[in-house]
């Protein structure tokens, strides 16, 4: 019997905790239509800032500093066509996993813009999936992603506002 006491006593104090948190939060207001949340406006964001998509900028500190990232987000890769003044390629794939994205491992990778796609306004990616997002240079066999930290991780998460 004191055994069934104590197990009813932990539930409400438990249960009583629970409340006492969710009270606590200042915006609290009961009813299922009482948050009123719309979505927000999403934006679009140049990869690399001023930097653009280059080889030797780290986009992965760029992708820290830019965060966080929102669902319908779009993401613009600038980057030069080659020409006969400009020899240098850039490429942007999505790979497949953490793992390749850590190897810059580009089996079964999916190509999201050619050496031509990068130039004048950029090549425009929209995250419009709750996923994250492995963005990587292919080009030179990956010596861009390996060498020249072009890669990145991208989470768009949902966005409300009241």
Not at 141 to 161: N, S, V
Request: net charge positive; proline share 4%.
């Amino acid at each position: 019997m004191a055994f069934a006491c104590r197990k009813q006593l932990l539930c409400l104090m438990l249960c009583a905790s629970m409340v006492a948190v969710s009270l606590a939060n200042k915006d609290w207001q009961f009813g299922f239509n009482s948050w009123n949340h719309r979505p927000t406006a999403s934006k679009k964001l140049v990869v690399g800032d001023l930097q653009s998509w280059r080889y030797g900028s780290n986009y992965t500190d760029w992708a820290i500093k830019t965060s966080p990232f929102f669902l319908n987000d779009t993401l613009v890769f600038k980057f030069d066509a080659p020409s006969d003044t400009n020899p240098f390629q850039h490429s942007v794939y999505l790979l497949r996993s953490f793992w390749h994205f850590l190897a810059c491992d580009f089996r079964g990778a999916k190509m999201v813009a050619n050496v031509t796609q990068g130039g004048g306004e950029g090549f425009e990616f929209r995250m419009n999936r709750w996923m994250p997002y492995y963005f990587a240079c292919g080009e030179h066999d990956g010596a861009h992603c390996r060498d020249g930290q072009m890669k990145f991780i991208a989470m768009p998460l949902p966005q409300y506002r009241s």
